[in-house]
């Protein structure tokens, strides 16, 4: 009965922590959650651990990314299913650190190690469920610009394990309790004091040291809603030019700047203008009655046959295209599928994502002219937000201004669009840059450096608006870092299992047990309330 208990619990647990990312926004249950597992998983067999921190997986991812549904239903659960893996093992990986001396420190990391792993294998991962995005609107959220993402997702854990520390040290029941909780009381306030404190600094001037520029954002609208919404491509980019010339009618009537660019966005043509004349014709007359060139999100034929690629093209009204950028990080499933060849006669609906997208090589960066000067342009296409090195490297060399572009049709009236409006914020915040968002259909808008939005449009509308960005040089320590920080405490998470695992084997032959093969997947069923804080 009490295995049953402690199951039902640990699901309970996930779910109550996936309420902490958005649309929920619920973060104060990341102080709940996160302690939770730690309770879970210590003073228990190992496999009872993975257990458990599988079943937290399940109810956190269920409630977290369920929105891949729009996808089939069946790929929704085999994501949840396979990505709740990586908990399990997180259950395992805390059952053993909770043994050593400074276990709130190893558990920290553990966490970090834990979304390093899901968010690189396989086949590039899913990152989008880190502790990181979830402490956007707390306390933590100034320490972004120094320590990244991966820092944060840290600290958030830091806090949450000195939790389960207190709450261990208090069913001990031996005084003086007061005294031990002090320290543990202060480190959690210092650090939010110091986040708080944080969110002033900065590392260039409010309004740069290189001029700005103007930006127009379009979103164009889509028909249809859901999956339905990948249809219709000539009447995607039709309503890109319609929003192109509204906005532009209102600039030269003076109720908007007049904008240096416009940003279209991901797949506002899925039909290759440079291939297709029809399509070249509408994007040509855009940029021709704007006046100014168009960043344009389009889906590119080639390089292989039956393949193709997310491109951003920089259209110029006079010049045609003068620079180009290739997705990297690419939705499995979604824009490609792993073994196609041996999937698609077993799994036929797979069809339907058309031809194999191939990923670019080379960082988000396009430097184009300019009203007689030349500035670098940083673009981020969709699913890369998620991706430290592809948002690090689109900076370090070189970008001035941060755009995104995105194509969340699909997922209209779900929660990933604020769950990947919020992963914007982190990501301004993180590079202290203003960040111009251009979806289809949802969630288009401006934010600033501080992660605070300016300006927001509405789902399922036609919308454009204007805004002045800072021409930006300056990078923030995380940026600099670039995935050290995740790299050394995915480390020090490996250092203390190991060390746990050696002091465990010690231990047990210490008390005449034989190690043999199972004994790094069992250990006796202790309770945590007869063991002392160590």
Request: aromatic residues 8%; positive net charge; charged residues 15%.
């Amino acid at each position: 009965m009490r295995r049953v208990l402690g199951s039902l619990v640990a699901v309970l647990a996930g779910v109550l922590l996936g309420l902490a990312w958005q649309p929920y926004a619920l973060w104060p249950l990341l102080l709940v959650g996160v302690p939770a597992l730690t309770l879970l998983a210590r003073g228990i067999p190992l496999r009872r651990a993975f257990g458990r921190g599988y079943l937290f997986g399940l109810g956190m991812l269920g409630v977290t990314i369920s929105w891949v549904h729009v996808l089939g239903w069946w790929v929704a659960a085999v994501l949840v299913l396979f990505m709740a893996l990586y908990y399990g093992l997180l259950g395992v990986a805390l059952s053993l650190v909770t043994r050593l001396r400074w276990w709130p420190v190893a558990a920290a990391a553990c966490w970090v190690a834990a979304e390093l792993a899901y968010s690189s294998f396989p086949f590039g991962g899913f990152g989008w469920t880190r502790l990181a995005y979830a402490a956007v609107d707390t306390s933590l959220n100034g320490w972004f610009p120094l320590v990244g993402v991966a820092g944060v997702s840290f600290l958030v854990a830091l806090v949450g394990q000195t939790v389960a520390w207190l709450v261990l040290l208090v069913q001990e029941r031996r005084p003086p309790v007061f005294p031990r909780v002090v320290p543990a009381a202060l480190v959690i306030a210092a650090l939010g004091v110091a986040g708080v404190g944080l969110r002033s600094f900065q590392v260039e001037p409010l309004a740069g040291r290189e001029g700005s520029v103007e930006v127009g954002v379009v979103q164009g609208n889509v028909p249809g809603r859901g999956i339905e919404a990948l249809g219709r491509a000539r009447t995607v980019t039709n309503n890109h030019l319609s929003e192109s010339v509204e906005l532009m009618a209102r600039a030269r009537l003076g109720q908007v700047p007049e904008p240096d660019f416009l940003l279209w966005p991901e797949n506002s043509t899925d039909i290759d203008p440079l291939l297709d004349p029809v399509t070249r014709q509408t994007v040509a007359g855009a940029t021709a009655v704007a006046g100014v060139p168009i960043l344009v999100g389009a889906v590119t034929q080639g390089p292989g046959e039956d393949e193709r690629q997310t491109t951003a093209l920089w259209w110029d009204p006079l010049r045609g295209v003068l620079a180009t950028y290739h997705k990297r990080n690419l939705v499995p499933f979604g824009e490609w599928i792993p073994f196609r060849a041996q999937l698609l006669p077993l799994v036929p609906i797979l069809r339907e994502v058309g031809a194999q997208s191939v990923p670019g090589t080379e960082p988000g960066v396009l430097r184009v002219p300019l009203d007689g000067r030349t500035i670098t342009v940083g673009d981020v296409i969709c699913f890369e937000l998620a991706y430290d090195d592809t948002v690090h490297e689109a900076l370090t060399n070189g970008a001035q201004v941060l755009l995104v572009q995105s194509n969340n049709a699909t997922y209209g009236g779900t929660g990933q669009i604020e769950q990947q409006f919020a992963i914007t914020r982190v990501r301004a915040m993180e590079a202290r840059r203003e960040v111009a968002v251009a979806t289809t259909n949802s969630v288009s808008g401006f934010i600033d450096r501080d992660g605070r939005v300016v300006q927001r449009t509405n789902e399922f509308t036609s919308a454009g608006f204007v805004e002045a960005m800072p021409l930006r040089t300056a990078l923030t320590p995380a940026v600099l870092a670039g995935p050290w920080p995740a790299r050394g405490l995915a480390l020090l998470a490996l250092v203390a299992v190991a060390v746990a695992v050696v002091r465990r084997r010690r231990d047990l032959h210490q008390n005449g047990h034989r190690p043999g093969p199972d004994a790094a997947l069992s250990t006796p069923a202790t309770s945590p309330t007869k063991e002392p804080i160590r």
